[in-house]
């Protein structure tokens, strides 16, 4: 016998699948850091493996130098080579409707309208939880490594890399500087760039962001255009705008002021999982009256060079 519910079914299915694309794109526009990854095209999908590995140039080519005429060219096998490992993460999150909900939108115009509500409580959580992971998680068991743990906590390990014994895979952390002045902030610019390697995204707390704007004189404030076109209030120190997120001050993360390079960091996806949407389907646990899709995202945040981050830990 046919399935007399499966055109509704195939209805909710297909209007969550054709709205994929604009959950994914409203996701990575929402907030600063995931707009900044994904403009820098550091969003990126691969297809997947038993974890995701970066390699890491830790080192100079020992054999590079000078030579005489007919002298030996040094062929010994290169050092200063690693790679940081991390671990797949998983997000989900569920769009339900019950049956009673069904019963009271009959029509197809109230369906979709119901369905369009619930994904968008989907995707106002998804925006939070993976924000928030991306700022503040700590790796540990389900989490994702968050930037407060790449960029602002040293001697520790990320990516299977103790930072303890290997210090050259430490950030640039002022864990001393109270007050927020630009000589202090042009000293851990400096320290994390190398020549034209520098930080291009300075991240804030709203109070230190604040703090920032009170020391520029009105002739030089100037904005990224990008950052201002996509909606983000920013201000420039050096070549580099800085902003703010709110869910900083909310996280209570360590970090005050993250300085951060793109080039380092990525958000990598796992493909046909990578914000997928599941197939509607009737509760059968518990005998509950509902139906059920998921949104799916397995990934993690990597870096590859920890020393080109940053941050300020102890402004008041």
């Known amino acids: 016998m046919a399935n007399p519910n499966a055109s509704f079914d195939d209805l909710l299915s297909t209007t969550l699948k054709n709205y994929r694309t604009t959950l994914v794109d409203n996701i990575f526009k929402a907030t600063v850091v995931l707009n900044h990854l994904n403009e820098r095209g550091r969003v990126v999908v ?7 590995v970066e390699p890491i140039l830790w080192d100079t080519n020992g054999t590079a130098g000078v030579y005489a005429e007919y002298a030996t060219i040094p062929l010994t096998p290169q050092d200063g080579i690693s790679a940081a490992e991390y671990a797949w993460k998983n997000l989900a999150a569920s769009i339900a409707i019950s049956g009673p909900e069904e019963a ?37 068991g389900n989490n994702l490594f968050g930037l407060d743990v790449i960029a602002a906590t040293a001697n520790n390990t990320v990516g299977g890399i103790d930072s303890t014994s290997y210090t050259w895979w430490n ?6 500087t109270t007050t927020l002045d630009l000589d202090t902030m042009a000293a851990l610019y400096n320290d994390c760039s190398n020549g034209t390697d520098v930080p291009d995204l300075i991240v804030a707390k709203q109070t230190q962001y604040q703090n920032f704007e009170g020391l520029l004189t009105n002739q030089v ?61 009737r509760g059968t646990v518990n005998g509950v009256d509902a139906r059920y899709a998921l949104i799916l995202a397995y990934g993690a945040l990597t870096c590859s060079n920890r020393s080109r981050q940053g941050a300020f830990t102890a402004l008041t």
Do not use: C
């Open 104 to 140: 009271k939108n009959r029509g197809k115009e109230a369906v979709i309208k119901l369905l369009n509500a619930r994904i968008m409580q989907a995707e106002m959580s998804l925006k939070k939880v993976l924000n928030d992971q991306i700022l503040d998680g700590s790796g540990a």
């Open 46 to 52: 691969e297809t997947g493996g038993y974890s995701i």
């Open 171 to 176: 950030p640039q952390i002022d864990s001393s």
């Open 221 to 281: 404030r100037y904005q990224d255009v990008a950052k201002a076109n996509a909606g983000f209030q920013n201000l420039m120190f050096k070549q580099t705008p800085v902003v703010f997120d709110k869910a900083l001050e909310d996280l209570s993360t360590t970090g005050d002021m993250f300085f951060l390079n793109s080039k380092y960091l990525k958000l990598t996806g796992m493909s046909d999982h990578w914000f997928e949407t599941t197939d509607f389907q």
